[in-house]
């Protein structure tokens, strides 16, 4: 069997059932069906990887496929982007103000 | 790029001096609230403009096909590419008996799709892509048949730098690219077909579709409104170097309109956020400008140094932004009432070089996402305010110039079309 994610990101590998996640519609109802104690604890534990994760992936050829466990990375670094500005600048899940209102992203 | 700007201020400082036209007073708001208006507007303005449905890169193939859910227009449009590689619009209906021809599943819902043929599946009746019909099943049952009166029911449709267009109106006259005029011509040669990356949103509002227009029209709310999300506003600067967003060029050119704005720009700034240094890109785009070569002179029409973004918005409902560190993006407003819209956003980059780059996209089209969900409510909010009709008119200041013209050409539209009533159009 495959790992989930390269070597060097073992110890991320806990997260990938849940925040491994592609579909950009799907991610942002994951962060705004989290608790900001959930996406705390991911933005948490990913981040002091983050650079190093971007570093690796950069590394690929952008015209190929990526290998699973690197696709899985830059999934998690798509979540961590999609849920920065819920850690980074709204201090709760949803955008302030904003009801239950949320954009269903198409591509 | 002509370096000399083909737009500057009035020297009295107000824009609204080079359009003494529009007046200064208050507006009504009626145009927003009442229902018979609305049904107006349908039948004088989106029943008989130009409107944009999609990219020539949704039909990339002979036989490329899409559907558009236009209730505003009270059908289904069908845009197909030919084995001519023409570009037409039909009602989504068959000949025969009108039935929905093009969907899955659900008629209510768009598809997408490459076809050899078009297919009925109430009666099998079949097309070629050019609309024709190729045969009819069980002839032997009908009667009087001339196939040459059973082509689909088309609509009009041209395509102007890869933006397809249709026109309900079949006594139409005018073609696309003089019906946009003078400000489409000013950006004809951006290179939009090499910013094929697309990502795209949809939702549906409770305000009428020039509310939420009108949100995406001036800079004024965008300090207060947006103040939290996009600090580094106060790094934009602009060529008066006061207030923090006011624009830097306005121009009303008929039914049409634009505004240039200063920023704020794709840099990094103390405002960054970590995520936001640590793929190098933000709110308004890639920290590492995409060079797009020279900028067709309609884009920063003040030649400001500062400049950052403008959005040019074409009569009725369709805004292309152009912003400054490589992308642009376009909104479609499609009222589905008179209280609610469908917006439809997407943002255009380039083909990703590299995983960092794709990142970086990512970054971008997030922070969007989130700061038009900032937009959002309170637009919900004032529509329903104004349908109280505690106030019934509004007043729009010297940045809010292009929310008074949008009000005035459409008032204006369904003026003319009332007084025409009478001569059968």
Known sequence: ?107 | MKHEPIVTKPASGHWIEAYPELGKGPISLEDSVSTEFYEKERQHIFKKSWLYVGRIEQLPNKGSYFTRELSVLDTSALLVRGKDDVIRAFHNMCAHRGNKLVWQDDPCQEVQGQAPLLYCKFHGWRYQLDGSLIAPTRRDLLYNFDAGKCSLASIHCEVWEGFIFINLNSNNTEPLRAFLGELAHGVEGYPFSQLSKAYAFKVELNCNWKIFMDGFAEGYHTPYLHGGALPNLEDAGNDAGNALADSLAIQLKRLHRMISWAGPPAQKSKHSTPTECLVEAGATGLWNKVDLGPLPEGINPGRSPHWGVDSFQFFPNFVLVFWSSGCYTTHAHWPTGPHSHLFELVIYFREPQSYKERLGQEMTVNFLNDVILQDTSPLEGMQAMLNSRGIREFHANDEELLVRHLHKVVADSVSAGENNKGDGI
């Open chain 1, 1 to 107: 069997m495959s790992s989930l994610l390269p070597e060097k990101f073992a110890a991320l590998a806990h997260l990938v059932p849940a925040w491994s996640i592609e579909d950009g519609h799907a991610r942002y109802v994951k962060r705004v069906n989290s608790s900001m104690e959930e996406i705390q604890a991911f933005y948490d534990e990913i981040f002091p990887y983050a650079e190093a994760a971007v570093a690796y992936l950069n590394e690929f050829d952008y015209q190929q496929p990526l290998p699973n466990d690197a696709a899985n990375l830059r999934n998690l670094l798509y979540s961590l982007i999609t849920v920065s500005l819920a850690v980074e600048l709204w201090k709760q899940p949803r955008v302030k103000h904003s009801a239950n209102t949320i954009l269903t992203r198409l591509s």
